[in-house]
């Protein structure tokens, strides 16, 4: 009885507060699948096993989108070859993205902090869409992004990921795993990167990607005692990130703070600690109690040519929930404390602005969160928070979730909710940073950088029907959502190439998916979705559609491997066909003629593939490419020929810069 107690608190901790939800999903799940999706489940989520992961070359988190159509995959910049997510057709900073459900990226990470998570460490993504579970916070807006790391108590001894590419990128991982006793475990995790060389493939004068390297450890440790109903995980995890870009000729011990070339480099240090305690009630197995906690330290000194940026956050999370019931399991519920402090030390010095932004938030909050669910066809999740934020003030968030099988194979699923948050406006746009535009902050009334809080609320529904086509397995799935912003803060590049201006405005944005999976043969998968995006924002100019956002993008993805022979023997191929529509571009009819780009970029297709060839069932090797096409932007950076000029923009992009790039890896264990 008790190892199962203690199963109930890991996948409490691991995967979800709601335990009991997430283990009703998992029993309906098949271990051949590398994405995930539940009939019984109430929220819209898709899980990401690491089986997926490996399809691509996921060398961290930002990259481990590629064959998963409900996430968006772009390029922020030309210059620092940061991939840039987008769900329902909103940016990043919408989501919640958490690790382990401990909040991750946010605040000052925003930019980069997807790419300081090695895909390697991963055990499986949680992909929410819509408004999240209020015990996760009152954040979420456009949905959640959960990742699962590999656990002490599961992993292997010994594990080693050696890659390199054709530009110039090369990483190691290794693991180290050791159980100690039959209660303690513990986890060594080293990453390492470099890109080593200079590349202009577009013959700009400009690199492609950055020069960098990257350091990065993790010291996990975990506690199980299945007599007693305990489990904790604890971890301690250090990184160091350094880029260099800008012009080829640049030479940061000479030129920087110079007009000679332009340059920019952008280091990161970070420390994190986390801790999460789970107990079962030994005669009350079906109620829980949970405890988070995470300690976060994060700074970047960078320059952009003559502009300076400078951040540095210090951030405390905790999170105590319990997990019970009402007479009988059909009535559930988790009801908690939460508390976030953050201390922000940033600096800005760009044109027209040259000041500090010292803060410091921090807030309070309770939540209560119903789950009703029939056993049979029917379950409800209804939560309800309180918070206190010393600048955001007193206010509710409400969501709810709805999920109901109208028959066999068949659910229909529906959501609302409310987000409210403070958006860093420099943090979460420093690709501007690298352009000679103007920042102009149009209101000054309000308690963040001027700006008032964003609030938001989401809508959605979405159906999945489940069926078989020549004895062949097959899915469909609609999704629809809504999102309208009472209050955003706007990024406007409408007005003039020379100016960013920032102020709250109202928007909307309307995301529409039709998803369809097929196994068409024994080991061969195939999975397509068409997706159409209606975003419209108030600018002072006027009502207009997003910048560089494509209306319409479709999505396939074909997989195949062989059966496994002897030793372990396999071939697995992998392929990714992306599609994407016209998109919107920032106005540039002011500028130059040469330094002048049409009202719409042109629609592209990108495609990459990977062969995996497993040798045992202890190593491998793969190989692969992406852009198979060789698709480049024609013109990525505005002004490049007269980087201190007025017209110099690396920001509008919207399509790869590098173009073909071809890559090679192996992976060992030791069992």
Known sequence: MHKYLALFVVCFLAFNAKAQDTLKAVEIKTDSKSIKKSYRKVTNTATMTSKE????????????????????????????????????????????????????????????????????????????????????GFESISGQINTELLKPANDIPFFLNA??????????????????????SSSLFVHGNARVEKMDKNDDGF?????????????????????????SFMNFRYMNDQKQTGEIDFDKNR???????????????????SSKVGYVFPNMPYQSLGFQNAFTSHKQNSYFGLNDYQITQKSWYSNLILNSIIQNTKHRFATGVSFMYDDYNEYVDVPTISRNYDRIDNSVG????????????????????????NRLGLFATPRIHMRYNPWAKGVLRASAGRGKRAANIFAENQQLFASSRVF????????????????AWNYGLSFMQGFTVFNKTADVTFDFYRTDFQNQAVVDLYASPQ?????????????????????????????????????????????????????????????????????????KVDFTYNWLGKQKLPTTASNPVIDQMPDYSPSFSLMNAQITRTFSSTFEMYTGVENLGNYQ?????????????????TSIVYAPVFGRMFYAGLRFKIK
């Not at 030129?255 to 994190?272: A, H, L, Q």
């Not at 789950?371 to 999740?381: G, M």
């Open 53 to 136: 992961l490996l399809k691509a070359a996921c060398c961290n988190l930002a990259e481990s989108f590629e064959t998963n159509p409900s996430i968006d995959v772009n390029f922020s910049d030309a210059l620092t070859g940061t991939k840039q997510i987008k769900m329902l057709g909103l940016t990043s900073p919408y989501l919640v993205i958490t690790e382990e459900n401990i909040p991750s990226v946010r605040g000052a990470s925003q930019a980069y902090g997807m790419s300081f998570t090695p895909g390697t460490w991963v055990e499986s993504i949680q992909i929410t869409k819509g408004a999240g579970s209020v015990v996760n």
């Open 163 to 184: 890659y390199g590419s054709s530009d110039s990128r090369f990483e190691l991982n290794t693991h180290f795993n050791t159980r100690i006793n039959d209660k303690w």
């Open 207 to 231: 690199m492609d990607n950055p020069l960098g390297k990257q350091i990065n450890v993790l010291n996990r440790w975990q506690y199980t005692n299945a007599e007693k109903g305990w489990v």
């Open 255 to 273: 030129d920087k703070g110079t007009t000679n070339y332009w340059g920019s480099e952008i280091n990161t240090e970070r420390f994190d600690f």
């Open 366 to 389: 309770a939540f209560f969160e119903y789950t009703y669910d029939n056993l049979d066809d029917f379950s409800l999740v209804a939560g309800f928070r309180v918070d206190k934020h």
């Open 440 to 455: 102009d902050i149009l209101n000054t009334k309000g308690r963040i950088y001027g700006l008032d809080a964003e609030i």
């Open 499 to 571: 100016q960013a201006l920032f102020y709250n405005g109202n928007s909307y944005a309307n995301s529409l998916q039709v998803e369809f999976n097929i196994e068409l043969a024994h080991h061969l998968d195939f999975k397509t979705a068409y997706k159409y995006y209606d975003i419209n924002t108030d600018y002072i100019s006027g009502s207009a559609e997003r910048p560089l956002q494509a209306k319409h993008r479709y999505f396939a993805n074909i997989a195949y491997e062989t059966h496994i022979v002897e030793k372990g023997r396999q071939w």
């Open 633 to 649: 932007q024609e013109k990525a950076i505005l002004g490049n020929e007269n980087p201190f000029g007025t017209n110099f923009d």
